[in-house]
């Protein structure tokens, strides 16, 4: 990787230390110092989903193979259609000043997402109970461009109907639900609550808002298969940065059986302790389409605005490239499961 990324990606955390009173923006992201902190950006219970998302990763070591020609190396990416730089996506996180005590606001941690990626990649943008989080980056990319999916929590049917109405009024047509948000306590007793839904009540869903949907919060192989049976577009790999259930599998554990599983039948990505362009790798040669990342885009947007996702955009691109070369791939459909060995 080279030394001015790493060097800008410093100063962009140094300055979300000093905007913000919940974090610690760690020089690892890797759920120690904020155990059990929720609300906060911590894992839940002891924080052990989420440390053992960094840490089950770091068991996945790259195979060198520096054999090969000189060609270029490109890891520009499909998204249902939409081209983008790196299979690299920002995952939805909500509640910014809550869990972040950051100064920024929600719209304004949107739109520093969406202008920071808009030449490069796409944003899946987070909801509340309050509408406006779900409806503030629907206005902010008609004005600055750039593409999005629209996340919804599992509501009951009104409140998601609400919100499909604005995602077709904005001209979208794919969206996602964090089905595992139906466990969250503090949004099972909200007004208008959340609930989990059977394979059959997720199918029916599904026709009922009309367009792709993308269920986030997968974590088996049974999960995945009714998720495929229920019609959906694809699947994230996820235990939502391990914020809904304590002692959880990491994500890059479950995700192999569940590639092998899908085989091929919809989009698969995963999220979870993904930090940098060689843990994109390794999901990607364990099987996944892309990876969504969560807690540092957040501190990339409170330290530097759109700048500072622009800076951990393009270290994550040289990173992910740097190891592709090394690894001799030139291209994503090289990167293979021989690329990686599994020491777990
Ligand atoms: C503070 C915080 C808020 C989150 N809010 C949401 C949300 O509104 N919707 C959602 O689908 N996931 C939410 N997530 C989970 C992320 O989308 C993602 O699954 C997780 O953060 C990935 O792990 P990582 O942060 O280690 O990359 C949240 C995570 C955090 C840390």
Not at 224 to 232: C, D, Q, S
Request: glycine share 10%; with cysteine.
């Amino acid at each position: 990787m080279k030394d001015e990324n790493m060097r800008d990606w410093k100063n962009v955390l140094a300055s979300a230390r000093s905007k913000m009173t919940k974090c610690r923006a760690c020089p690892e992201c890797n759920g120690l110092a904020c155990r059990g902190e929720t609300p906060g950006c911590g894992g839940k219970g002891s924080g052990e989903s989420f440390v053992r998302n960094v840490s089950m990763l770091k068991q996945v070591k790259l195979n060198l193979d520096t054999i090969v020609g000189n060609e270029p190396v490109s890891c520009e990416a499909d998204f249902f259609g939409v081209q983008t730089a790196l299979p690299v996506y920002v995952a939805p996180i909500g509640g910014i000043k809550t869990n972040y005590g950051a100064e920024m606001s929600e719209a304004e941690y949107a739109r520093a997402l969406i202008e920071g990626c808009k030449d490069k990649t796409v944003v899946f943008t987070g909801d509340g109970v309050d509408f406006n989080m779900f409806q503030d980056p629907l206005l902010i990319q008609n004005e600055v461009g750039g593409q999005i999916v629209p996340t919804f929590k599992p509501w009951i049917y009104p409140e998601i109907a609400k919100r499909i109405e604005a995602v077709k009024k904005a001209g979208f047509s794919l969206v996602c639900s964090d089905i595992d948000a139906a466990g969250l306590t503090a949004l099972r007793n909200s007004a208008a609550p959340v609930q989990f839904r059977n394979s059959e009540e997720l199918k029916q869903l599904i026709e009922e808002i009309q367009m792709p949907l993308i269920v986030k919060g997968i974590m088996s192989v049974k999960g995945a298969m009714k998720a495929l049976e229920a019609g959906a577009a694809g699947i994230v790999v996820s235990n939502h940065g391990g914020r809904v259930l304590d002692d959880c599998s990491s994500s890059i554990e479950v995700l192999p059986e569940i590639a092998e599983a899908v085989n091929g039948r919809m989009k698969i990505f995963a999220d979870g302790g993904f930090r940098s362009g060689k843990d994109v790798f390794k999901a990607l040669a364990l099987g996944a389409d892309g990876v969504l990342i969560g807690r540092p885009f957040s501190l990339a947007a409170i330290g530097d605005g759109s700048e500072g996702v622009k800076i951990y955009l393009n270290k994550l691109e040289n990173e992910l490239k740097e190891t592709m070369q090394m690894c001799g791939c030139t291209k994503l459909s090289d990167i293979h499961r021989s690329c990686v060995r599994i020491t777990f």
